[in-house]
Every structure is written in C-alpha cells, then in structure tokens.
C-alpha cells in the first residue's frame, strides 16, 4: 500500500518534533510538516479547508460541529493548552484591582469567540461573578487593523461588541487609554513593551491558576487535531493511526524535558518547574485522549453554550471520531 501524502499544519512545539524530525512515524502517511501560527492554521482551516491534518481553535471547532458543518473531525490530542489567567491585562490607572472592578468597562479582544477567550469569560463569570453582558467588548487587531471573526455569532441579548475604529488596533487604544484592559491569547505588544501604566489583571496569575486547578482539576485545552473529515471516511484506520503517533511524539518529547543533565528548552529551573507540575497535576499532567479529561470539555462546552457561540449544548464525544475514543489492550 502507497503511503498517503498528508499535508500537516501544526506549531513548532517540542511535543510535535519528534514527529516533525521522523524519529516517530505516523503508520502508512508520509507527512508533509507545515509549522505555522495558530493564527494562519485556523483561518485557512475554517475559511479554505487548506490542510488534511491541523490544530483547530477548539472554540470555533466547537461552533462548527453543533453546527454540523464542519469540514474536520477532531482526534482528542491537544497540541496546546494553558492556564488563561495571564490573558487580561488592564490599565493600572484605572482602578481595576479585582476581577469585579472589570464591570462596565471597555475591554478590548482580537476575536470573541476565541478559546482563549472562552475560558477566560467563563473563570471571571464561575469565580468572581462577572457576566459577559457587564463589559462592553471592543473587537480589532492586536496590532493590525481590521480583523474579523472567523466564525458568524449568534450572542445572547445583552452582549455588547463594538468593532474597533478604521486604522484601530487594540494595543494601539490600550496604550493611548481607550480601553480599560484587553483580554486575548496574546498579550498586546505595548504590555510587551513594559508600558508602566499595563499590568495583568491578576498580580499573580500562576499562583491563582494553580488555586484554581486545586478546586476545579481543569487544565484548559485550547486547541484539538482535526482530520479533514472525508479522508477519514475514506481511511477509518487513519483517526487511530494519527493518535497513536501524537501520543508516542509527546512521550518522547518529555523523556527529553526529564532529561536535565543538559536540558533542552532556553529556560532556567526546569527540572524544578517539571517536578512542581507533576506534583501539583500528576505524572501525565498534558495527556491527550478523553476519558482523561471529559470533565475539562464538560466544564467548557457547558460555558460555550452559555455564552452563545455554540447552538446547542455539545456533549464531549460528538467532538471525535469514534475510532479514538477506546484503544486496544494487550
């Protein structure tokens, strides 16, 4: 049997490089590796179809299949998550200390219905009781004007977005005081900056992320792998194939982090950052596949109903191709 040519787009994360590199192989597919930005993955995914194999915004994936359109079906390997309480930051001279201080502000985000996004609105509502509805949103660029929403919503009443002038960005309108703080996946550039009047939200977000992890054991997905949905239709041994060589890619790639008799990311105290990680959510604290974390997508997809960007409220399993959610013992 000839090797299928799949085109690949993915980050150039460490838990993708062994795959990237070929010491792991994906069974019958000869990968064609693009490492692109999520950014650029999700926009030709949703808009063109552009990839046979990529990251997908788990939100607008999510949009998608209550929809039923989407082009892709998702396998439960999660290329990136991470802890959202760095993605709000605020202007400091506004008077915004708490969480509630957030009430009837100009908040500004590069797109609503980003993950990001998602779990961000969905802690500030769970945990300190701030609706949507009670922030105006202000929808641009982080630094170049005019972007849009990949996805059509379908908000609740109440739920305010207003789109960003023309030549607007919303680093740009933090940084000259026209909005109270911007909310997103990204930290805009002029918090980069290390712009005196900009700070996050939380003074100190690690700390309340792994408070918040204590409570609700939720390590937030932000993306999942999707296969265009025809050629699984057409190759049902592929959905298993792919998860079993992301799998075996990440457990490499962490048996190489363990290893710090010369570690191997630009970064001091790994061994000790490794260590605290493993203590605090397990020895497999990023594992893939669903039984794992159902609770996770419980959690989300309940906040993604509510907050109106999903149709219908989407149970975990209608998200992956059957094939991968059992796996064979021996």
Not at 214 to 231: C, D, N, Y
Request: glycine share 6%; aromatic share 10%; with cysteine.
């Amino acid at each position: 049997m000839a090797k299928l040519q799949l085109s690949i787009a993915i980050g150039p994360y460490d838990r993708m490089r062994p795959l990237v590199d070929g010491e792991v192989q994906i069974d019958a597919v000869d990968p064609q590796f693009m490492l692109l930005e999520p950014e650029e993955i999700f926009f030709r995914a949703f808009r063109h179809e552009a990839f046979d194999i990529c990251e997908l915004s788990l939100s607008s994936y999510a949009v998608r299949v209550a929809k039923g359109d989407s082009p892709y079906i998702a396998v439960p390997v999660f290329p990136s998550r991470a802890f959202r309480h760095t993605c709000i930051v605020v202007r400091t001279d506004r008077g915004i200390a708490t969480p509630a201080d957030l009430r009837g502000r100009r908040i500004g985000i590069p797109e609503y219905q980003l993950t990001a996004n998602v779990w961000a609105r969905a802690i500030l509502e769970e945990e300190y009781g701030v609706r949507p509805a009670e922030i105006t949103w202000v929808r641009g660029g982080y630094d170049t004007p005019g972007r849009v929403e990949k996805i059509s919503l379908n908000l609740p009443p109440g739920v305010v977005i207003e789109n960003a002038p023309e030549g607007a960005t919303i680093s740009g309108m933090l940084a000259a005081g026209e909005l109270d703080g911007v909310m997103g996946p990204r930290a805009p550039s002029c918090f980069e900056r290390g712009d005196p009047k900009i700070d996050w939200l939380f003074p100190d977000p690690t700390a309340t992320a792994r408070d918040w992890f204590a409570k609700t054991r939720i390590f937030p997905v932000m993306h999942v792998l999707g296969i265009r949905r025809s050629l699984a239709e057409r190759h049902p041994w592929l959905p298993g194939a792919v998860q079993k060589a992301f799998e075996r890619s990440k457990a490499v790639a962490l048996a190489k982090l363990a290893d710090t008799s010369a570690t191997k990311v630009t970064l001091p105290f790994v061994e000790e950052n490794l260590r605290a990680a493993r203590r605090l959510m397990g020895e497999d604290f990023f594992s893939y596949g669903l039984a794992a974390n159902r609770h996770v997508f419980e959690w989300f997809l309940r906040h993604h109903h509510a907050q109106g960007l999903s149709s219908r409220l989407l149970a975990p399993e209608e998200l992956f191709h059957p094939a991968t959610l059992e796996a064979h013992k021996i």
